[in-house]
């Protein structure tokens, strides 16, 4: 040992050195500074190669830091997976709650408080193990109790949680304290969509009666299982929220967000909200309308169309004129679909021609406008209709009887700005073919009680939300023509009514689309409606949001779905440190 040490404290002697400098001496003085020059720039050649080497493998990484600011309409009510009914309620919601399942932007689902589930073969028995690691906020573990106990509170009547159809005959039941298994009544495919509801930690509301559970404070203070926790909640004179700061949390299943904060400031109007994005308050805002996107036009835009699908509906037992066949056609023929989302919604949408949003938009070419409206007319002409005075009409004999009615009708629609606006472009187009079509506005309360529940109307302008797993039975199933069913065109086929009933029990992807495509074909030929577009859901946040994936956007909250993976900072290492 005593030898180690004199040796390793004995100087490093290096020829190679020593011969080096000798060498060195023996140049004449211009001699030696050429050699000089040439060895540092062999050495500084070396140092830049091995830095352009090492830059070249770096890859970057997400990195904790930074913060985003949004701006939402109006305030939080009911920040609880049960009760909310606001896209503020919601948009809290997806971030605080976390599912058994978690949607993705690309319209699949992820474990999340689940780590595994089965089906059973007939479709009926949907048993889910929970992950052992799962807890809440406040550190209480995620049982089976909170499952069952968040389940029981949507399904019972007197919350009037709007979910509660969703749970409609489903049972519930603890197999222990980390398996729950659900029944149905009959397979439904569909179902599996409801395991991404936010579940609520029974500790803390079961001594929380019905009575008090909309006025409860955990309603505006929650505590989940999501990505992101409170931090702190800023509010008004008269309490109500302000604003909430969300910081991530630690012991999310899928893993902590990579943003420190998450910050939502709450305005009364658009118009507001556009404001504090124009002056620094803020630097993000959503589902901004299409007369206002020129607005923030030197702002980052995203955009994807929404799972929405507007159109109009023909009420054939109300309107006479509207049980024609050829005049559904013709109606069909004459408008310009294209050229309504230009004009109605600045561009920021999809021509549709079919019952289902796109996925991808299309941008189609503009459509000539007066050659679909001469077209329209000329085809009903054809069927024996005249055109006199610029209105349509059609002469029918009955025995000694002749009845000569015109084309015309009633369009009603919601009081929205973007749907007033699509009522008249139609209007206009419907005017110049022949019709005489008379829109009637109705306040969105309005509308829904008196006019659409009791199928009071002759043609409606109103738009649907299709959900991920692309369940039609609820708008196109013959049951489902009278309230509260969604079927407003008062759509019956026999076939149609068999192809959607099999569509909810299968769960064979190829199958259900060979399903949707003999679907479409018996809705084409029957023109019970008129399909005429998606609008996009517009999201402005600053472009070094890295990890932001929008994709199938159902509800505005699933802007969010991504949320854990966002990031404003980056860092660089070599590929095998990036894992």
């Known amino acids: 040992m005593r030898n180690f040490w004199r040796t390793a404290n004995t100087s490093a002697y290096i020829p190679f050195f020593e011969r080096l400098g000798l060498t ?73 709650y976390s599912g058994l399942l978690k949607a993705t932007p690309e319209g699949d689902y992820r474990s999340d408080l689940a780590k595994s589930y089965n089906i059973s073969p007939d479709g009926k028995v949907y048993t889910f193990v929970l992950r052992n690691d799962a807890t809440f906020h406040n550190g209480m ?50 179902f599996i969509e409801n395991a991404t509801l936010g579940i609520l930690p029974k500790n803390l509301w079961e001594n929380v009666s019905n009575e008090e559970f909309p006025f409860s404070d955990l309603n505006t203070s929650p505590v989940g299982s999501g990505p992101f926790k ?3 909640i800023s509010r008004t004179a008269s309490g109500l929220p302000s604003s909430y700061t969300l910081k991530p949390f630690s012991n999310y299943t899928l893993g902590q967000p990579y943003l420190d904060s998450m910050v939502f400031r709450f305005y009364q109007s658009e118009q507001a909200q556009i404001d504090a994005l124009k002056n620094g308050e803020i630097d993000a805002v ?35 004129i509207l049980r024609d066949k050829d005049v559904r056609v013709a109606l069909d023929m004459a408008l310009d679909r294209e050229g309504l989302v230009d004009e109605v919604l600045k561009g920021y949408g999809t021509p549709l021609s079919g019952p289902i949003p796109p996925q991808i938009a299309a941008k189609s070419a503009p459509a000539d406008s007066a050659n679909k409206m001469e077209k329209a007319r000329q085809y009903l002409l054809s069927k024996g209709w005249t055109y006199q005075d610029s209105v349509l009409s059609k002469t029918t004999t009955n025995g000694k009887t002749k009845t000569t009615v015109e084309l015309a009708f009633t369009l009603s629609t919601s009081n929205v700005p973007e749907l007033r606006a699509a009522a008249e472009y139609v209007r206009k187009a419907w005017s110049s073919m022949g019709a005489r079509v008379d829109v009637q506005i109705f306040d969105q309360g309005d509308l829904s009680q008196n006019v659409i529940r009791p199928r009071k109307y002759d043609a409606l302008l109103f738009g649907e939300i299709i959900g991920r797993e692309r369940d039609l039975y609820a708008f196109w199933h013959s049951g489902q023509r009278n309230d509260p ?62 990890g932001l994936s929008l994709g199938s956007i159902e509800t505005p909250s699933d802007r969010f779905l991504s949320v854990a993976s966002w990031h404003r900072q980056t860092d660089y290492v070599w590929p095998i440190f990036a894992h």
């Open 485 to 546: 069913g969604l079927n407003i065109a008062l759509y019956a086929n026999a076939t149609v009514d068999s192809l959607l009933e099999e569509m909810r029990t299968t769960s064979d992807t190829a199958r259900r689309e060979q399903l949707y495509t003999q679907f479409v074909s018996e809705l084409t030929k029957d023109v019970p409606a008129l399909f005429l577009y998606t609008p996009d859901f517009v999201y402005s946040i600053p472009n070094d949001i890295q």
């Open 286 to 320: 959503a589902g901004i309308s299409p007369t206002a996107l020129a607005q923030i036009s030197n702002f980052p835009i995203n955009k994807t169309p929404l799972n929405r699908v507007f159109g109009i509906f023909f009420n054939q037992n109300q309107s006479t």
């Open 24 to 96: 060195a001496k023996a140049f004449s003085t211009s001699g030696r500074a050429l050699f000089y020059f040439f060895a540092a720039v062999c050495i500084i050649s070396s140092v830049s190669l091995v830095y352009i080497l090492n830059e070249s493998l770096l890859v970057s990484v997400a990195s904790h830091g930074g913060e985003v600011r949004e701006g939402i309409i109006g305030a939080p009510r009911f920040i609880n997976p049960v009760l909310a009914v606001s896209d503020a309620d919601r948009d809290l919601t997806s971030l605080i």
């Open 141 to 190: 573990r995620v049982t089976a109790d909170d499952i069952i106990f968040t389940i029981e509170k949507t399904q019972d009547p007197s919350l009037k949680s709007p979910l509660r159809a969703n749970w409609d005959g489903i049972t519930v039941e603890k197999i222990d304290n980390k398996t729950v298994r659900f029944t149905l009544k009959a397979a439904y495919a569909p």
């Open 230 to 232: 409170i931090g702190t």
